[in-house]
């Protein structure tokens, strides 16, 4: 403002606090139907339809709550303001939200658009506010949300959905810990969740559980979920504590809502009370156990062993060592390391002891050797045995292989009665040829396979007629087990 002389007086005095107040000359006039009291500006219930322009540019808290602001497009505040920290929407009946809209407010770390008529979270709704602390958006009719819309947000800590429609919220936010870091609080309570995964929640640290309010949804009944809660009740969440009453869920059958709680030995499910923390291991195997404690701002922490020894640091030979994190790190286990570990937390307002019991298996996970499974063992060894079976009927060398060029002529069809079908003997009678390196021995001596026959073979009589042919028996002959001849020893 140009310098003004001002006559000495009260009118003077008031002047000059005009001049030096920011709504002054320097920083602009109050907008019309609008309160202004140092940098905040308030025009809550004055009936407004857009958020009125010029805004102040040292302007840190807008309040047009209560108003009649259907649309919020991108040029709502066409100059930057740099120093906006908080921006109340609520109660205006707004149906959209530019997603420019807050390219010229980056300083904004509280945003209230809650009791509103949004039905979607857009692809990249909220990305240009990096420093967002508080996000409200309950009481709306929000269908459906973006995996994006809460892109960028890396400072986020409360994030407000309920009373809405939200029928599937991207969870997936929370378990890779990237996109939503540092968020402590989120509210999904009376939508329309039917299901939730019951797993994944559980893997999520105490601290957010404990802000995780899921009550009032048509949940389906799951023991998985019940034994969620049940950790959550013992463990004293406050999402679980404050609403036993309004967390229910269906049960195929039930004519009414039930108390999730209630689900233990309750048949059809017959659920059972789940373990605070349990950790398998096998011996000689390295384990960490975390202190999963619901305080973020931890100002100390040590553990206890199932012994009674105080870990602090470094503890014994280097085995047990407690992490940087607060975690306790098992190194080479023994069948002794069993048992139960307490973890003593010093919260900022109260203190904690997390409890893990760990099991540890008085064997190996893997020998040296990993041997092969069972089944495809004996696989192995049918198709090794059918192998087998066909080089024997196949693939047998022939047991005359000095004679493979002679031929010896078929018996007289009158002695195929007499023959056996399992001798190895060769006929020596009726026929010319004679079998390879044998020799018809007329006197004693050495008979069939070089045994000494102390009688030798007897002379073959003479007979007439058809059975003038048959021969007789050598006692020592295998080939005589289904002659008429008896066997002689």
Not at 26 to 47: E, F
Not at 176 to 185: D, K, M, N, S, V
Not at 214 to 228: G, S
Not at 254 to 263: E, P, R
């Amino acid at each position: 403002c140009e310098a003004m002389r001002v006559p000495v007086g009260p009118l003077s005095l008031l002047l000059a606090l005009a001049l030096l107040s920011p709504w002054g000359c320097a920083g602009g006039s109050c907008p019309p139907r609008c309160v202004c009291a140092s940098n905040l500006l308030s025009c809550s219930q004055a009936n407004l339809s857009v958020v009125p322009a010029p805004l102040p540019r040292f302007t840190a808290v807008l309040d047009m709550s209560h108003n009649n602001v259907t649309r919020l497009r991108a040029d709502w505040a066409p100059a930057r303001l740099p120093h906006l920290h908080t921006l109340l929407l609520s109660h205006n009946g707004l149906a959209f939200v530019s997603t420019e809209a807050f390219t010229h407010v980056p300083r904004l770390r509280h945003l209230d658009l809650s009791s509103n008529r949004l039905r979607t979270l857009d692809e990249n709704l909220f990305s240009d506010l990096g420093e967002l602390e508080v996000l409200l958006l309950y009481n709306n009719e929000i269908s459906t949300v973006d995996r994006t819309a809460f892109e960028n947000l890396g400072r986020l800590r409360k994030l407000y959905l309920g009373q809405n429609r939200i029928a599937r919220f991207p969870l997936e936010l929370l378990r890779e810990g990237t996109r939503l870091p540092q968020l402590a609080l989120l509210d999904l309570s009376a939508n329309r969740l039917r299901a939730v995964p019951a797993g994944e929640l559980q893997a999520l640290p105490a601290w957010l559980r404990d802000r995780l309010y899921l009550h009032n949804n048509p949940l389906t009944c799951d023991c998985l979920l019940f034994q969620l809660l049940d950790r959550g009740r013992r463990r004293h969440l406050s999402a679980v504590e404050d609403f036993q009453d309004e967390l229910r869920c269906f049960l195929q059958g039930a004519s009414a809502h039930i108390k999730i709680l209630d689900l233990a030995g309750k048949q059809p499910l017959n659920c059972s009370k789940a373990r605070e923390a349990v950790l398998e291991a096998y011996l000689g195997d390295t384990v960490t156990l975390g202190c999963d404690s619901r305080w973020q701002g931890v100002r100390s922490r040590h553990w206890v062993t199932p012994g009674g020894e105080r870990v602090l640091g470094d503890g014994g030979n280097g085995s047990v060592v407690l992490l940087a994190n607060g975690s306790l790190q098992l190194r080479a286990l023994r069948p002794e390391d069993g048992g139960t570990y307490s973890c003593w937390v010093a919260g900022p307002l109260l203190n904690e002891t997390v409890y893990v019991e760990l099991l540890v298996h008085n064997f190996t996970l893997h020998g040296p050797h990993d041997t092969l499974n069972t089944a495809y063992t004996t696989l192995v060894g049918c198709i090794l045995s059918v192998v087998l079976v066909l080089i024997y009927l196949y693939l047998t060398p022939c047991r005359c292989c000095c004679c493979r060029g002679a031929e010896k002529p078929p018996a007289p069809r009158d002695d195929s009665i007499n023959s056996s079908v399992l001798s190895t003997t060769p006929n020596h009678a009726g026929g010319t040829g004679e079998p390879c390196g044998s020799h018809i021995a007329t006197t004693a001596g050495t008979g069939q396979n070089g045994r000494f026959k102390g009688g030798g073979t007897p002379p073959v009589p003479t007979r007439q007629g058809p059975k003038a042919q048959r021969k007789v028996s050598d006692p020592d002959s295998v080939s005589s087990v289904f002659s008429d001849t008896p066997i002689v020893v």
